[in-house]
């Protein structure tokens, strides 16, 4: 299927939430505590993701963010990750029987970067090829 700017790709689930494995992609510089903190510095940006294991614990993640705190203020996830990262609700919905499963990791990018180019040709395609080689059959998509 080609894309444009016209037509918005749809594809329907092929198995009920209920039984499907969801992972998040986030671009809110969610990554673990001891990873390497995405950079901050505004003339550059970062253009690099993060894969988060699917069984973190949540006060294992933390975030940076270059985005102005009027833009983006990092103080609430910073107290609850879940307000960007709801991992733990994902794992309450398994737990009530709503979706199948969490997958065995998640990714996150800081949606902050100058270097456009090389988000589009770098980036994105090997976060795409994360996405397909994981065992997910869906992708919660999130920002901060």
């Known amino acids: 299927m080609e894309l444009s700017r016209k037509a918005i790709p749809y594809t329907p689930m092929g198995k009920p939430l209920h039984e499907s494995t969801i992972m998040i992609v986030s671009t809110s510089g969610v990554h673990l505590k001891n990873q390497e903190p995405y950079n901050t510095e505004p003339s550059e940006g970062d253009s690099t993701f993060r894969v988060i294991p699917g069984d973190v614990d949540a006060n294992d993640l933390t975030v940076t963010h270059a985005a102005p705190k009027e833009h983006y203020n990092t103080d609430a996830p910073k107290e609850d990750i ?25 990714l996150t990018m800081m949606g902050y970067s100058m270097r456009l180019n090389k988000i589009n040709k770098e980036t994105i ?18 920002a901060g």
């Open 82 to 106: 879940n307000c960007v990262f709801p991992i733990d609700r994902l794992r309450e919905m398994v737990d009530d029987g709503d979706i199948g499963g969490v997958a065995e990791k998640h």
């Open 125 to 142: 395609p090997a976060l795409v090829k994360e996405v397909v080689r994981s065992k997910a059959d869906a992708v919660l998509l999130t």
